[in-house]
């Protein structure tokens, strides 16, 4: 029992990869994050298609109180031009959120359902893959320095990481490399915090569903109430994850963009 126990968790805990080395590709995780980002492009483009001014349908309610919600947050946290950062934060909040719900799919299911087209490992939540939040925190960082230098030029961008905390051109080094810790510590704990959180509750996703394997009769019908109860709290989960990723990424923008001159 121990060794099928720790097979099956090993089994459910390894992506189906190509390559070697640093070209080690996570293909189940590329493969759901683009699957995601269609199907929050497709349920928004058809709400946007089918908008109307009368009286809206529940779907269009729905989503325009998403809209304005997420509106008054950047507006509220954001100082700067908040148009285009509004669908920033959009994107990332329902991205996010359907990358995060995959986890509320029974574990046996995906990778079942790859076997029978003789894919043997499939992990399929993106964010439970330390290389997908990573990927999603580059673009964040990405963000931030563009933000910064729309705010306060090339120039002033140099003098931001060069001049501040010390204003003295001899500081310059250390004023350099406690710069850069800082300006790299927040997509790095980005990352970090969304993959630690949904990586937990995809483990014990998992670890529910070795009680079905037990051999005792009472743990098997003890873990369907646990993952019942699991799966409408890990609800909150994916939804708080994904409001931190956003929020996070909404206050390091607005930090970015609103730096004093030095």
């Given at each position: 029992m121990a060794g099928n126990t720790s097979e099956y968790i090993s089994h459910?805990?390894?992506?189906?990869?190509?390559?070697?080395?640093f070209w080690n590709l996570h293909l189940d995780t590329l493969f759901f994050s683009i699957v995601s980002g269609v199907i929050f492009l497709y349920f928004f483009r058809k709400v946007a298609k089918n908008a109307t001014s009368g009286v809206p349908g529940k779907l269009q309610c729905f989503?325009?109180?998403?809209?304005?919600?997420?509106?008054?947050?950047?507006?509220?946290?954001?100082h700067g031009p908040s148009r285009e950062?509004?669908?920033?934060?959009?994107?990332?909040?329902?991205?996010?959120?359907?990358m995060n719900a995959i986890d509320?799919?029974?574990?046996?299911?995906?990778?079942?359902?790859?076997n029978l087209f003789g894919i043997h490992y499939l992990r399929a939540v993106p964010t439970a893959d330390i290389s997908g939040t990573l990927g999603l925190?580059?673009?964040?960082?990405g963000l931030i320095i563009y933000y910064t230098i729309k705010s306060k030029g090339f120039g002033g961008f140099v003098k931001e990481y060069t001049l501040h905390p010390f204003n003295h051109w001899v500081f310059i080094p250390v004023n350099f490399l406690l710069e850069v810790v800082?300006?790299?510590?927040?997509?790095?704990s980005l990352a970090f915090r969304l993959f630690g959180n949904m990586y937990a509750g995809e483990l014990i996703f998992v670890l529910i569903a070795v009680m079905y394997m037990a051999n005792n009769v009472v743990s098997q019908v003890l873990g369907v109430p646990l993952h019942l109860i699991w799966a409408i709290f890990h609800i909150?989960?994916?939804?708080?994850?994904?409001?931190i990723f956003m929020m996070l990424t909404i206050v390091y923008l607005s930090m970015a963009y609103n730096k004093a001159d030095h």
């Open positions: 459910h805990l390894t992506f189906l990869s190509t390559g070697d080395g989503v325009e109180i998403v809209l304005d919600w997420i509106n008054g947050l950047v507006k509220d946290n954001f950062l509004g669908a920033i934060a959009l994107t990332i909040f329902c991205w996010v959120f359907v509320l799919i029974p574990v046996d299911f995906p990778p079942q359902l790859a925190s580059i673009g964040v960082f800082t300006l790299l510590a927040k997509p790095v909150l989960v994916i939804t708080l994850q994904a409001f």
